[in-house]
């Protein structure tokens, strides 16, 4: 009866722990994007993807960490908006609306900080807050 009772207790520990262990790859957001993996929410593409295998990564300029960080931009298939993705601890990106035929795209007025990407040399592009560049 004892054995019973102790293998009992025993087994109901296990799972009482196994339900409380982390499952590795478990941590979905809202959208079903797997953080853990490297994967974040893209609005245009209304789909998950990793940004750091994107065709256009940026990096940090001028950093005062001891560290810097890189983001990336999407491009809607007719080039009317970008979509970058700033590492400042929230996991939501921003979009960017083309300013007519020019080469310039910025951030709406619902946004705080005002972003703004333009092209940087031949084949690159920068990314400004508040009229400073802070990717390129």
Not at 51 to 65: G, H, R, Y
Not at 73 to 96: H, Q, R, T, W, Y
């Amino acid at each position: 009866m004892k054995k019973t009772i102790l293998l009992g207790a025993m087994f109901f520990t296990f799972l009482v722990f196994a339900q409380k262990t982390p499952v590795v790859g478990g941590d979905k957001d809202v959208h079903g994007c797997k953080g853990s993996a490297g994967y974040t929410y893209s609005q245009l593409r209304n789909d998950c993807v990793r940004v750091f295998e994107q065709k256009i990564k940026l990096k940090e300029v001028n950093s005062d960490k001891s560290y810097t960080t890189s983001t990336a931009v999407i491009f809607s298939k007719n080039m009317s908006k970008a979509e970058i993705f700033i590492p400042d601890g929230s996991s939501n990106s921003i979009i960017l609306d083309r300013q007519g035929k020019s080469k310039i795209w910025k951030s709406g007025k619902h946004i705080k900080e005002s972003y703004v990407l333009v092209p940087y040399k031949k084949t690159g592009y920068q990314i400004k807050k508040d009229n400073v560049v802070i990717y390129q």
